[in-house]
């Protein structure tokens, strides 16, 4: 008689996973199959917009008109960030580091970060989806003051090249630039908010999921002592 004659074959537990566990949508749950496609739809929410900001960017700063070499920065800038958003998720803060100088750069080149905040915020997302919150909270108060401070800086730039200036047009440059340190604050301010939720939600799955599959080893184990 063969080994194992007349006992019944003992079927391993399905192990489990993010899509057994969590009840996702078709979309969320194509998304969780092919990461990279998001990394692409990332790349082209902010890229295109963005380049085409770039190209109109001589007319964005209210009373200073940018030079030729200011305007092709500030594609060059747009481009790079669009490539490098290509790592957000594999490398998010090194990605982080690259976009926030690119993003410095434009803002003392241009008087503007010419929607790079935007892609500093999906670098802070996943930054915050990814890792403790204390390396989260230093990365959203480095990227926030650096930016901030980009843009003060301009501003002064501004003032000192134009004396001859109106009142008005003077009032103008500095709204623009309180307006732009506001978006960086409140984007950057939400992009932390989503990215802790998101890695608390990931943890907690992670835990139930481990939970689960030793649950289930636990069980195979029984049945095959029995």
Do not use: K
């Amino acid at each position: 008689m063969p080994p194992g004659f007349g006992v019944p074959a003992v079927n391993p537990a399905p192990e489990f996973t993010e899509l057994t566990t969590r009840r996702l949508g078709p979309v969320r749950a194509f998304f969780v199959r092919h990461p990279v496609v998001m990394d692409v739809l990332v790349m082209a929410w902010f890229g295109i917009p963005a380049l085409l900001s770039a190209l109109v960017i001589g007319t964005a700063t209210p009373g200073i008109p940018l030079s030729p070499t200011s305007i092709v920065v500030a594609l060059v800038c747009s481009l790079a960030t669009t490539v490098a958003l290509w790592w957000r998720r594999r490398r998010p803060v090194l990605t982080l580091v690259i976009i926030t100088v690119l993003a410095v750069i434009a803002a003392l080149v241009t008087y503007s970060t010419n929607g790079l905040e935007l892609a500093v915020a999906f670098c802070l997302y996943a930054v915050a989806a990814s890792g403790s919150a204390r390396r989260s909270w230093l990365a959203f108060a480095g990227t926030t003051l650096v930016l901030i401070a980009a843009l003060v800086w301009g501003g002064a730039s501004i003032d000192m090249v134009s004396i001859s200036a109106t009142d008005d047009v003077a009032i103008s440059q500095l709204s623009y630039q309180i307006a732009g340190a506001t978006s960086v604050l409140i984007a950057n301010l939400i992009a932390l908010a989503i990215g802790t939720g998101v890695h608390n939600r990931r943890q907690h799955v992670a835990a139930l999921i481990e939970r689960g599959n030793q649950l289930a080893l636990e069980r195979d184990q029984r049945e095959q002592l029995a």
